[in-house]
């Protein structure tokens, strides 16, 4: 259960962090550049702190394709996998509701901000690789303790140059189509941002074992 709350909270503060990032960035500057810059730094920081102290507890996936990955390697099992990837969405819908709540918006509101097109389909895929590769590499380079930085730090690069801002996480995205803000995704664009995801997850397992020489 410790586990379970671990992945709960941390996609609750990291989805929180996001949503609550973006509100507050179109609350300060109407320059679309300016609110991005906003989102992203306070998204590699939370990131990067969420990581580093809830990572002994329950390895701070707060992603399902990171868990996903971590099944198909048989560092997991079916059921983790389950318990884990339901912690994690429910905490994500919890933190679109939480940052709502703090910026008095309705608690619940569905997103309008369509996102759809081949080519952020595309910017999804690469995102979500490049995440996996990363996380695997590390591991297998035994460099456990610069997970939180070098992860943060490509999902902060990944905000500017992927055409999608990186969500790369399918209870992110989830979570993100109840809040109508910068950081929404409306939910028809939902399935395919998810199923890029996956294909992004499979493709970064498939490039460390290339590098690696991994069964």
């Given at each position: ?38 989102n992203t730094i306070s998204t590699v920081f939370g990131l990067g702190v969420l990581i580093q102290i809830l990572g002994p507890i329950s390895g701070a996936n707060f992603n399902p394709v990171v868990t ?136 970064g397992l498939g490039l460390t074992k290339l590098l690696t020489n991994e069964k």
């Open positions: 259960m410790k586990r379970l709350f671990s992945e709960f909270l941390g996609t609750l503060t990291l989805v929180a962090i996001v949503v609550g990032s973006g509100i507050m960035a179109t609350n300060l500057s109407q320059d679309i550049g300016v609110q991005l810059l906003i996903m990955i971590d099944l198909i390697q048989k560092r997991t099992n079916v059921v983790t996998f389950i318990q884990y990837a339901i912690a994690q969405t429910a905490g994500a819908i919890t933190g679109a509701i939480l940052a709502n709540a703090m910026f008095s918006h309705p608690l619940i509101e569905i997103s309008t901000k369509a996102r759809s097109g081949g080519n952020q389909y595309l910017g999804e895929i690469v995102a979500t690789a490049g995440l996996i590769l990363i996380i695997n590499l590390m591991i297998h380079q035994e460099k456990m303790n610069l997970i939180p930085v070098i992860v943060a730090s490509w999902i902060g690069s990944a905000y500017f140059f992927t055409s999608s801002t990186s969500f790369a996480n399918p209870a992110v995205t989830i979570g993100r189509i109840f809040s109508d803000s910068f950081a929404g995704i409306a939910p028809g664009c939902v399935t395919k941002f998810i199923a890029a995801q996956i294909l992004g997850a499979l493709i």
